[in-house]
């Protein structure tokens, strides 16, 4: 039997029992009321919900329920949005002590009509996490037993406080919405440091905030983050100059760093040691070395000894100048632009530098500082014994072609300090000491011509030495073809000499044709013509060409007009 059913059943009853008796009037209801309004039982209480020929109005609901209407006229609040709509759409009564008269779909509700936006972590949280007697702060709501004796929505406070404890103990006032977000408590999202009495600069931005604010004395669960000393550089950090220095922190250092501020505003030329050179880019913990004191690690920033640089640095060179300098001074060879930075003047050693020798590195002679398998820095050798002969120090360029020499193939016979190239070695010299004077067109010729590379051992080196004796053809090509090669007249110098190649020595009376009358004045090409041998390359004849006259005349008898005439 559903509701409407259940009402007119009941009323059709009332009215048989009215004519039955009249003091059952008064018991006549469409149904029991809530448990909520149950005391309204009765037709004597009909006319506090009911005005007679009228249904139930929004005033008479107002008239018990008078939080909600305070609320409604100052605008505040869920129902002050319902503008025109009757109570009992959506709180009828008359259905039981056990109907559900506040009711509607949470999933759905729009809490922004409230007065207060779901936000964050609010958002997933079900109704019930806040809406519990504890979080209710409205007096009218909690002076009212009824209301805090059952289950309402009214009376939470729209503050953090209000279901929240305020973790900070009111050091800094209950706006907590100026720093925190619904998105959760940590981080402070929109706290800035700026408003606070100390401004962060420098490192201290990157600083998390338990480093200085840490838990208060009293409350070890709580921040402290009010009443902080912060005068003084020392409120925080322990004095590292154990109390040497009476001028404030800042007055060398600063927020940007503590060597940055260091090195940036410190005076070292204040000190007895001013800084110049490679000293002035040196970290101060070089020099300054810490030492424990009373446990603790002190920086010590009051040298006694830096007279000398030994005092400092270690003598690389292990006491191989103290002999023939002054106490091995490193100032004598050294200064602060840099270790490498050298004035030593090499005149005074045994060796002199001269020449291509006056730019080359001092380690190329001397060594480089090494490390060696303990990790100790060895240093180099500034004495060197051996530097009689170039080869001391030079690799031999020409592979000891020249050992068999008197002088053994010393270098400076050749080449000076000057550079290796050009060589000293003059045509003159070519003449006396070789087998093969230089002279006519030879004279003129780069030596690189005849003396190539590659021949001897290594491919970069320069043959100066032969085995045999050099001949035209070691070096020239033959243009004859090897015409003269079973001849009395083998070898080039029989015809040509070094002045020039047309420069021809050859009697031609030494041959079976001897040049006679008008022949001594006919051009050698008239009869030694081109022939072709190994294909299309030409070669002058000169070794078999014919000697009869017929061979090169003709007869005048009979062909008169191309006879050769002589």
């Known amino acids: 039997m559903d509701i409407l059913t259940r009402h007119a059943a009941r009323w059709v009853l009332g009215a048989l029992l009215g004519f039955c008796a009249a003091p059952a009037i008064a018991q006549i209801s469409p149904g029991d009321l809530t448990a909520a309004h149950q005391s309204l039982e009765g037709m004597g209480n009909c006319t506090k919900c009911h005005s007679l020929g009228k249904e139930v109005t929004n005033a008479k609901c107002l008239e018990c329920h008078t ?29 039981g002590r056990t109907f559900q008269i506040v009711r509607f779909d949470t999933k759905t509700f729009d809490h922004a009509r409230t007065g207060f936006v779901l936000e964050g972590k609010h958002r997933p949280l079900d109704c019930v996490k806040c809406h519990t007697q504890k979080n209710i702060t409205a007096k009218d709501v909690r002076a009212n037993a009824t209301l805090m004796g059952g289950h309402t929505y009214l009376g939470l406070a729209t503050d953090c406080n209000g279901c929240h404890e305020d973790q900070h103990r009111a050091q ?4 907590c919405q100026a720093c925190h977000t619904a998105d959760g408590w940590k981080p402070a999202s929109r706290f800035v440091h700026d408003r606070a009495k100390y ?3 420098g ?5 998390d905030c338990a480093n200085c604010h840490r838990p208060m004395r009293d409350f070890p669960k709580t921040i402290q983050y009010v009443n902080l000393v912060f005068d003084k550089c020392s409120s925080c950090h322990v004095d590292p100059h154990n109390g040497r220095f009476t001028k404030p922190c800042e007055s060398c250092h600063s927020t940007e760093g ?3 501020g260091a090195t940036k505003n410190f005076d070292h030329a204040t000190t007895k040691f001013p800084l110049r050179g490679k000293h002035a880019s040196v970290r101060c913990e070089e020099c300054h070395i810490p030492v424990r004191r009373d446990g603790k690690p002190v920086q010590n920033f009051v040298i006694r000894n830096f007279q000398k640089c030994m005092d400092c640095h270690l003598d690389v060179h292990r006491g191989e100048f103290a002999r023939f300098r002054e106490k091995g001074a490193c100032e004598e060879c050294h200064n602060e632009e840099g270790w490498a930075r050298v004035r030593f003047d090499h005149t005074t050693a045994r060796y002199a530098l001269n020449g291509k020798h006056e730019s080359v590195e ?7 500082v090494a490390v060696n398998a303990r990790g100790q820095r060895v240093p180099p050798d500034m004495h060197v014994k051996k530097f009689d002969a170039c080869m001391d120090c030079h690799e031999d360029a020409h592979a000891g072609q020249f050992r068999r020499r008197k002088d053994r193939g010393a270098c400076e016979a ?15 010299d070519h003449a006396k000491f070789t087998k093969f004077p230089l002279a006519g067109g030879h004279e003129a010729v780069p030596c690189a011509k005849c003396h190539e590379a590659g021949k001897v051992r290594a491919k970069s080196t320069v043959q100066f030495v032969w085995t045999t004796e050099p001949r035209c053809e070691t070096c020239h090509k033959d243009p004859h073809g090897g015409q003269f090669a079973r001849t009395k007249y083998a070898g080039c110098e029989s015809c040509h000499n070094p002045e020039a190649w047309n420069s021809l020595a050859f009697n031609h009376d030494q041959t079976k044709f001897p040049l006679t009358g008008k022949h001594v004045k006919v051009a050698c090409a008239d009869c030694h013509k081109p022939v072709v041998e190994a294909g299309t390359k030409k070669i002058r004849q000169y070794a078999g ?7 090169c005349h003709t007869d005048i008898n009979t062909q008169p007009e191309s006879g050769r005439k002589l």
């Open 258 to 260: 503590w060597q940055t």
């Open 199 to 201: 401004r962060l600069t």
């Open 67 to 95: 939080e909600l209407r305070g609320r409604i006229n100052a605008g505040k609040g869920y129902h002050a949005t319902l503008t025109g709509k009757a109570c009992a759409s959506c709180h009828n009564e008359h259905h």
């Open 414 to 428: 050749c080449h000076t300090v000057d550079g290796f190239l050009p060589a000293s070695y003059t045509p003159w």
């Open 172 to 175: 800094l006032g209950l706006q």
């Open 545 to 551: 060409t014919p000697t009869r006259c017929v061979d």
């Open 362 to 368: 001092c380690a190329k002679c001397h060594g480089a």
């Open 203 to 207: 490192k201290h931005v990157q600083v």
